[in-house]
């Protein structure tokens, strides 16, 4: 199994990014992917995640509002839309597999496995 993370880069505050998420080696539609980010100093924070046999998404407190998860089934890919981005979103976006398929929150990085190389994302003020 392997994941890519891409389309991070420089934003100002209150802007936009997607991120994405390639996924391979993986029965994609039986799968969960979560969305991580890691800033300096500080632990890996689960964010969102998304469970494709159910449709189920969940949302992090510091996100929920401003992130919406979306998967695109044909292309094996998740995405992360980033709406009213702040300063203290700065960190290492990182994807990963959920161990057994379903993710319904809270995000623990224990449960996922397959981590994707880390995209950054820096939020100016």
């Known amino acids: 199994v392997q994941l890519q993370a891409s389309g991070g880069g420089l934003v100002q505050a209150g802007g936009s990014l997607t991120l994405s998420c390639a996924a391979s080696g993986l029965t994609f539609d039986d799968s969960a992917i979560g969305w991580f980010r890691q800033a300096p100093g500080k632990e890996r924070e689960g964010i969102s995640c998304?469970?494709?046999?159910?449709?189920?998404?969940y949302y992090a407190d510091s996100v929920k509002g401003r992130f919406t998860i979306s998967s695109d089934n044909a292309k094996n890919t998740v995405y992360l839309q980033m709406n009213s981005l702040k300063p203290e979103d700065t960190a290492v976006y990182y994807c990963a597999v959920d161990l057994i398929g379903l993710c319904f929150g809270p995000v623990r990085a224990g449960d996922f496995g397959s981590w994707g190389q880390g995209t950054q994302v820096t939020v100016s003020s």
């Open positions: 998304i469970t494709m046999r159910v449709n189920s998404r």
